[in-house]
């Protein structure tokens, strides 16, 4: 990601329901590493933001994990881009990244609680992760290791 895009990132989360302004999204950028997806015209159609030092500790929830881990916070995609391997090709990138280049074993994410939860579990279900924590109406904890996730699927058609 570069700061470039931090205007078409505030549209994108805007369109997702996330009120977060362009400044809150930089503002993070030290603390989140942030990857895109692009379209074939150079447009975000998809971010994940994530770190690779969770935090997700004993406090959150049951010590199931080696700590650390990688973490994912947030990960949106286009309403018309879905469906077409654009989430899953993000979760590969992040994941292969957090294995390779940060020595990383397991990946975990709290699912957003609310309208279509059970999609995004469903989601998160097929790419590889598993229900670690759960508390309903708070947070749907799930993870997954990273040689699952990171694995290449085939190629994604060009939108």
């Known amino acids: ?78 309403k018309f881009s879905r469906h077409k391997g654009v989430g899953r090709a993000l979760l590969r ?13 397991y990946l975990s994410l709290a699912v957003e609680q609310g309208e279509d939860d059970s999609g995004r579990i469903a989601f998160f279900s097929r790419c590889g992760f598993r229900t670690i924590h759960l508390e309903p109406g708070v947070y749907h904890v799930m993870g997954a290791p990273l040689s699952e996730v990171a694995v290449e699927h085939p190629p994604v058609s060009p939108l």
């Open 1 to 78: 990601m570069k700061t470039s895009d931090l205007d078409e990132l505030e549209d994108l989360l805007g369109a997702a329901g996330w009120e977060t302004s362009a400044a809150q999204i930089e503002s993070g950028l030290d603390t989140y590493d942030v990857y895109v997806a692009l379209d074939t015209k150079d447009r975000i159609i998809g971010m994940l933001e994530g770190r690779f030092d969770s935090l997700y500790e004993d406090d959150y929830a049951p010590c199931v994990l080696t700590y650390p881990q990688a973490w994912i916070s947030l990960m949106t995609v286009d």
């Open 93 to 105: 990138r992040f994941a292969q990244d957090a294995r390779t280049v940060h020595e990383r074993e």
